[in-house]
């Protein structure tokens, strides 16, 4: 599984981008997609994730600002970003995985496959 995530770059308080993870499976329904992120110096965190039958969950932090979508014909799934603020600067990943539940979307050892992450960096 091949995971290329792009979408991200520089932007100003309040901006918005829309990063995209596309994935080199046969299909979505095989496989759940999430997005992380991880700030300098800080852990990596969990952002937003599908699971295999389109269950979604997102973490509190971006909750009203951060949408999670997919196209399954493009085996891609995105994360729409609005009222970006400082906080939200780090890279960001996507995974994938076949044994994550609803019970581990949230959990960065459920996702066996990474990609390689793409910069979001919001300027005041």
């Known amino acids: 599984v091949q995971l290329q995530a792009s979408g991200g770059g520089l932007v100003q308080t309040g901006g918005s981008l829309r990063l995209s993870c596309a994935a080199s499976?046969?299909?979505?329904?095989?496989?759940?997609i999430g997005w992380f992120r991880q700030a300098t110096g800080k852990e990596r965190e969990f952002v937003a994730g599908?699971?295999?039958?389109?269950?979604?969950a997102s973490a509190d932090s971006v909750k009203g600002r951060f949408t999670i979508s997919r196209d399954l014909a493009k085996t891609t799934v995105y994360l729409q970003m609005d009222d970006l603020n400082a906080e939200d600067t780090a890279v960001y990943y996507c995974?994938?995985?076949?044994?994550?539940?609803?019970?581990?979307?949230?959990?960065?050892?459920?996702?066996?496959?990474w990609g390689q992450g793409t910069q979001v960096t919001v300027s005041s």
């Open positions: 995974a994938a995985g076949r044994s994550v539940t609803a019970s581990n979307i949230r959990t960065r050892s459920a996702y066996p496959y």
């Open positions: 499976v046969r299909s979505l329904n095989a496989y759940a």
């Open positions: 599908f699971t295999r039958s389109g269950g979604s």
